[in-house]
């Protein structure tokens, strides 16, 4: 009886809390600003943060976005920042990647749009590629092939490389469905290496990432990590330094954080401990945040 009692009481707790992030977004007005983005010349490797954990990638000819998120609503929680960019600014999308079945990173309207979009403008729908056992929530949305990876496993297109990577999170879609996978990537041409590590708190595969497939650019998350347990499947800033540091990637842009309201920090808390960690790192000139929509070329 008294198991029965605190459980019920800490689900009390949860509904409390997110009831406060529900009110709190709603009443908090939108800010950010659209932009066109730029296109790359010359084998430049061009970066677009759309926000939270959504990008446009410009790497071995190819153009690449990774867990597109457009949506106004997340269900009750109101997007804070606009998307940096609009879909119909995007030129043709060649191959599209999620890392996770979570509705903030597989937003299916936002899938459905490029697919449409990219159809109307080169008459051929993009590729996608998903963790394992993910295909079937992206089938029917209009891509010319469904790709699914496991840890370790890649996929070729054309010059680009793309890596399916581990990292500590979990894959389901609703409660029931904890089979499905999840994961980072790691994207290489002859050139230059990029590294989205989707959703993970700290562990020490950041590390073996960095050995196995040293990726130059390391677009690593630095939100949601309050209260304190959340870092369980999180990075705070300081866990996001150091998986940085083990990564010995040559530059970090930060990433999941400033979108949507999905923990109790405020929401200029991240950035400002990010730039404290990295300071105390000796990192903080390596450390680029991106303005939303606008095209940084590396």
């Known amino acids: 009886m008294l198991k029965s009692a605190l459980k019920n009481s800490a689900l009390r707790s949860r509904a409390r809390q997110f009831g406060q992030l529900v009110r709190h977004s709603a009443a908090i007005p939108c ?18 943060f759309i926000g939270h954990a959504s990008f446009f990638l410009q790497m071995g000819g190819q153009n690449l976005v990774i867990d597109p998120n457009f949506a106004r609503w997340l269900f009750v929680l109101k997007r804070l920042r606009r998307p940096g960019l609009r879909v119909l600014d995007l030129p043709p999308i060649d191959l599209v990647l999620v890392t996770h079945a979570h509705f903030d990173h597989l937003h299916r309207p936002s899938l459905r749009s490029i697919v449409r979009h990219t159809r109307s403008q080169s008459g051929l729908a993009p590729a996608i590629v998903v963790p394992h056992h993910v295909a079937d929530l992206v089938s029917d949305l209009g891509f010319r092939e469904v790709i699914e990876l496991d840890w370790w496993n890649s996929y070729r297109l054309a010059e680009l490389t793309v890596t399916h990577v581990p990292s500590r999170h979990w894959g389901a879609r609703v409660l029931k469905d904890s ?48 209260p304190d347990s959340f870092r369980t499947v999180h990075t705070s800033p300081g866990d996001a330094t150091r998986a940085f540091l083990d990564l010995k990637s040559r530059w970090m842009v930060p990433m999941h954080y ?3 309201r999905l923990s109790q920090e405020p929401m200029d808390e991240p950035l400002r401990l990010l730039q404290q960690e990295a300071q105390a790192a000796g990192v903080e000139d390596r450390v680029v945040v991106l303005e939303e929509g606008v095209t940084r070329f590396f």
């Open 258 to 260: 400033g979108t949507f």
């Open 31 to 48: 800010t950010g600003k659209t932009h066109s983005p730029k296109l790359v010349s010359n084998g430049e490797l061009g970066v677009t």
């Open 179 to 226: 089979h499905r996978g999840y994961g980072g990537y790691v994207l290489r041409d002859h050139k230059h290496s990029v590294y989205h590590a989707g959703d993970t708190a700290y562990f020490a595969g950041f590390q073996e990432i960095g050995d196995r497939l040293a990726p130059e650019l390391a677009l690593l998350p630095i939100g949601a990590y309050s």
